[in-house]
């Protein structure tokens, strides 16, 4: 899929033929891959959109084809992310944009590092609408308990789903409570990133 989303052309023929699963026709799906294609851009970007803007193409059925498509494909790109190593800025970066890919709702998440910067706990804190989500530190404080100080450090992640990579004041105060509460237990937060249209920003903690 990664390769599809870099051609044109197999982003084309690769909507088509997925979609044939439930539209009938061959025109039919040639006609939806092309709307969808002229409308979005790109394969990733039609992933990214909600449910009801893709229903105003292909229909209910097309639309949730394509939600689990995100799904799928979300779940492939994250689930070799695991507990007990040490990562990159650059791959947790790679892994916060799938882990947020598709999703139609703002979702905070928090990742905990041990002292050797070793992954112990992904978690998502938060869900809230199409632009805003809650960040409360009661949620990672809770999460952070779990681990029995084991915890160091850790990394704040939230998605816009709008599609714009922008840091607004509210985004600056929740960084400043959550860095101030973990604080107080002894972990560090190191970053805060936002995730937008397979971009990341960050706000430094």
């Known amino acids: 899929l990664r390769l599809m989303m870099k051609n044109p052309a197999n982003e084309r023929g690769f909507l088509a033929a ?3 699963s439930v ?4 025109d039919g799906c040639r006609k939806a891959a092309d709307a969808l294609l002229q409308k979005y ?3 990733g970007r039609v992933l990214e959109r909600g449910s009801g803007e893709l229903e105003a193409i292909v229909g209910v059925q097309g639309a949730a ?19 007990g190593r040490a990562y990159s800025e650059e791959e947790i970066c790679h892994y916060l944009k799938w882990l947020c890919f598709g999703r139609e709702v703002e979702c905070v998440y928090i990742l905990f590092l041990d002292k ?7 978690e998502k ?3 809230g609408t199409v632009n805003s989500s809650d960040i409360v530190p009661r949620r990672a404080l809770e999460a952070a308990i779990r681990l029995k100080s084991k915890a160091k450090g850790a990394i704040l992640a ?7 990579v922008s840091v607004s004041d509210s985004d600056v105060y929740a960084t400043a409570v959550m860095r101030q509460a973990l604080a107080g237990v002894g972990i ?3 970053h805060h990133y936002i995730i937008a249209d397979g971009q990341v920003g960050v706000i430094e903690a």
């Not at 084809?65 to 507990?83: C, M, N, Q, Y």
């Not at 050797?116 to 992904?122: N, S």
């Open 18 to 20: 997925y979609l044939s």
């Open 23 to 26: 539209i009938q026709s061959d």
């Open 41 to 43: 851009g790109s394969l």
């Open 65 to 83: 084809a394509l939600k689990l498509l995100v799904a799928i494909t979300s779940r492939r790109f994250t689930e070799g992310f695991k507990t």
């Open 116 to 122: 050797g910067g070793r992954l112990l706990l992904t």
């Open 125 to 127: 804190i938060s869900e």
């Open 158 to 164: 939230h998605n816009h789903p709008g599609g714009v």
């Open 188 to 190: 560090e937060l190191l």
